[in-house]
């Protein structure tokens, strides 16, 4: 055992060691990298990805893994989390055919380029077959995958929320088709909110806005000695360990609200990494236990914090003394009912809180019947119109504002829509619990985040990955997960 164990934790050392050279070239990639030097720079990262998967599929590493699975009852409680892990992931070297695993990577690094093309030219034609090919492949992996306890789309869905399979996704999504469906076609329906022309039409300068973000950071107690927040394209969290997680937004000279929601949506998911107990930084423990609950601390961050009248009584004298002009006459309940307006949208990132639970249950649907096959990649478009119309109450005219919007499937990634719609349910069943606790208001009123901060460290953060979410749930709010409280929540929100 002692020897599994110092083989398993010297591999480990370097493969963390790979990890971080990859972490640091991706952030430089995404933020700073001149655009000519994608090429050279690819070379290396090869060279890095080739050492790493030689270790990771040492056959020494790999027993050592199985041997120390097969004795984990002797081994201490956080170390049998993470070779349980490990074991899990070695499933897929164990269980599938080595060239079909291959020929699969192969499809899917090339798959982006045809889906954005076809995206493009709003030609679902052009994307099918790439498609068809991977629905098929998934079909068969969940057959290689298959146990008696777990089988069909459960084995997908548990790869990115681990315990979550459609058993418990349909619980959720009926709640939703129920009550929450329903609710938006009314709200919806009599919507005729206006807004004032100086907050639709007027120019916000990006060095106010990058202030204003600057000043965010210190409202979240967002740590600058171990994190640090630049620009990207697309707004993203990246963490190695707790003394480094950086988070990038996004500045839009027509429209502040979407760099302001950014910022306090991936502080959210910054704060998280940071606050993980530091003890497993050297691990491959650091870090959230799921992408659900990662969500959840983003969601709740930006929509119950950050869009709250108790957050802005305090903060929006500080936008007002950053944008005088914009903001003029605008008092903090019109500019509080414009951050939360409800209104309908074909485009999923584009959505609004109320409906974009519902543009995840589209997809859940679909992938449902795909990995079934009770629906072939052909009637996609066709289905994909029926299902929004549904649901959210739009039907797209074409298949670019459709089914080909998002890019996920071409990289195969198939059971993980759910989670971005789970993480705002477990939001709102996670603030509820904190809330018996301490009243979340008067904290934001007292611009008191950091007593927010440290409830979620104590409940969820200090454990990283070393509860499984329904664990974390457990914890957190003593009781299992409750879709209720997530439709409540928007049903009180988005009555007034
Ligand atoms: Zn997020």
């Known amino acids: 055992m002692e020897n599994y164990i110092k083989l398993y934790e010297a591999t480990r050392k370097k493969l963390k060691a790979y990890q971080y050279f990859g972490w640091l070239m991706g952030w430089d990639q995404e933020t700073e990298a001149p655009e000519l030097s994608v090429v050279h720079r690819t070379k290396q990262f090869q060279v890095l990805a080739e050492e790493a998967y030689m270790l990771q599929s040492n056959p020494s590493f790999m027993e050592a893994i199985e041997k120390l699975y097969e004795n984990k009852e002797q081994l201490d409680p956080d170390f049998r989390v993470e070779i349980k892990n490990a074991f899990k992931e070695l499933r897929m070297v164990k269980k599938v055919p080595k060239d079909e695993l291959i020929a699969y990577q192969v499809l899917t690094s090339q798959a982006s380029q045809i889906w954005a093309k076809a995206k493009n030219e709003d030609n679902f034609e052009a994307f099918e077959p790439t498609l068809e090919k991977i ?20 084995i997908l869905l548990d790869m990115y929320e681990e315990g979550f399979g459609v058993k418990e996704y349909d619980l959720f999504f009926n709640t939703l088709k129920d009550e929450l469906v329903p609710f938006v076609l009314e709200v919806t329906k009599n919507n005729n909110q206006r807004f004032s022309r100086k907050l639709t039409k007027s120019v916000w300068p990006i060095d106010k806005q990058r202030e204003f973000s600057k000043y965010l950071l210190e409202v979240f107690d967002y740590d600058q000695k171990r994190g ?10 990246s963490g190695v360990s707790t003394s480094d997680t950086r988070i990038t937004t996004h500045y839009h000279e027509d429209n502040p609200v979407s760099a302001i929601f950014s910022t306090i949506h991936e502080m959210g998911h910054g704060i998280y990494e940071l606050q993980c107990d530091p003890k497993y930084d050297d691990t491959f423990l650091h870090g959230g236990t799921s992408l659900g609950i990662h969500e959840s601390q983003s969601r709740m961050a930006e929509n119950m914090l950050g869009r709250s009248l108790s957050f802005w009584s305090v903060h929006y004298p500080k936008l007002v003394e950053l944008f ?7 008092d903090v ?12 949208s074909l485009i999923r990132i584009e959505a609004d809180e109320l409906t974009y639970s519902l543009h995840v249950m589209v997809r859940y649907e679909i992938e449902k019947m795909l990995i079934s096959g009770k629906l072939k990649v052909k009637d996609l478009p066709k289905k994909w ?4 119309g549904q649901y959210v109450g739009m039907k797209p005219k074409t298949d670019k504002e459709g089914v080909l919007q998002d890019i996920h499937w071409s990289g195969g990634m198939i059971g993980y829509f759910p989670t971005y719609a789970l ?31 440290a409830w979620n460290k104590e409940h969820i953060h200090q454990f990283g990955r070393t509860k499984t979410p329904k664990e974390i749930l457990m914890i957190a709010t003593n009781q299992e ?10 049903k009180k929100k988005f009555s007034n």
């Open 423 to 453: 993480g705002s349910a477990y939001a709102a069943q996670i603030y509820e619990s904190m809330n018996l606790e301490f009243n979340i208001d008067e904290a934001l009123r007292n611009n008191d985040i950091k007593k927010i901060n």
């Open 481 to 490: 997960f409750n879709p209720q409280y997530f439709v409540n929540y928007l």
């Open 228 to 237: 640090l927040l630049k620009e990207s394209a697309h707004p993203f969290t």
């Open 135 to 154: 629905v098929e492949f998934n079909k068969k992996l969940v057959k290689y995958l298959e146990t008696d306890e777990m089988k069909g789309y459960d």
């Open 324 to 330: 005088p002009k914009q903001l003029k006459g605008i």
């Open 385 to 388: 119109k029926t299902l929004m």
């Open 333 to 344: 309940q019109e500019w509080v009912r414009f951050i939360n307006q409800a209104k309908r």
